[in-house]
Every structure is written in structure tokens, then in C-alpha cells.
């Protein structure tokens, strides 16, 4: 019964070695995915950052080109005027014989 008793002590002894050594192993393996997660996340968010501090001038870029180039919204009306003046001339110089 001495020697049962022993081994059953060893069982619960290296039970709880293996308890604890499964705790610490998880430990240290989500610590090193969170330095991972951590280590990759950080550089988008400055990525990120800086994006949204350039967006506020890129907006007013954007914002002057339209008003710059409103005007071209007519360039279709000029092409067709200019496209009856210069039938109007081509038939004056076929009735001027040149």
C-alpha cells in the first residue's frame, strides 16, 4: 500500500507540473501573438493617420479643380457654334469660287 500511495502522489505531483507548465505555455504564446497583432496593427494606424492628415488638402485640391475647370461644362456649346461658323465660312468660299 506504500508504494501505491507513492505513485499516486507522483501522479498528482506531475499533474499539477503539467497544469502549470500548460498555463505558462499559453501565456507566453498569446503574449507573443499579441506583439505580433500589436507589430502589424501600428503601422496601418499611422498609415492611417497619415492619410487623414493629408485628406484635408487633397479635399481643397479637388475643390479647385472643379471651380477651375467649370467652365469646360459649356465647351460643347462653343464646339457646336464653332462648327456652324465654319460651315457658314466653307460655303462662303465655295460661293466665292475658292
Known sequence: MYAHTDKASLLA???????SFGWILGYIIG???LVAV???VLPILALARSIGNEAPKINDALTD????????????TTI???TII???LQRGRARLGG
Not at 13 to 19: E, I, R, V
Not at 65 to 76: E, I, K, Q
Open 13 to 19: 505531483s506531475s499533474a499539477s507540473h503539467f497544469s
Open 31 to 33: 503574449g507573443v501573438v
Open 38 to 40: 500589436v507589430a502589424l
Open 65 to 76: 479643380a472643379v471651380h477651375n475647370t467649370a467652365a469646360l461644362g459649356g465647351l460643347r
Open 80 to 82: 457646336e457654334h464653332a
Open 86 to 88: 465654319i460651315g457658314g
